[in-house]
């Protein structure tokens, strides 16, 4: 088994793996711990809904499959790993679907998340984007 394979199937097992209530019960604990003592930023497919509902901020970051996937694909292939867009692309979307579907703590947005759609943007100006939202939401905190 070649590295190409664990690429393919490296999101598929953590959809697969995440959907047993006894891995996400541990690592729900585990976040919520390192929250009580640090100040943090989390990404995640449920963060906002289940890990952290009462967050002070939740973004939702978004862009297409396609475009996920080939900034996904070019990470890899930066990488020195092989594999194929179609490959990259066809894991997203069943990923998604499987995420979306499952009975625990399903992808999607919170009530009273900001939706990013990032299609067009690059980082820098995702970035720019995500730290604008920050600075105005937490301005009368800070």
């Not at 092989?82 to 066809?90: M, R, T, W």
């Amino acid at each position: 088994m070649g590295s190409e394979m664990c690429i393919r199937d490296r999101s598929r097992y953590a959809s697969l793996v995440s959907a047993y209530p006894e891995v996400r019960a541990y690592l729900l604990e585990m976040q919520r711990q390192l929250a009580r003592e640090n100040s943090v930023v989390m990404d995640g497919r449920d963060i906002g809904t289940y890990v952290f509902p009462d967050a002070q901020i939740k973004i939702f970051l978004t862009a297409s499959p396609e475009e996920r996937a080939k900034r996904r694909h070019l990470e890899l292939t930066q990488k020195g790993e092989k594999v194929s867009y179609n490959e990259v692309l066809e894991d997203i979307k069943y990923r998604d679907e499987n995420d979306s579907k499952r009975e625990m703590a399903p992808l999607k947005p919170a009530e009273d998340a900001i939706i990013v759609d990032t299609t067009e943007f690059d980082f820098s100006q995702s970035a720019e984007r995500i730290t604008n939202l920050i600075r105005e939401r937490l301005k009368n905190v800070l």
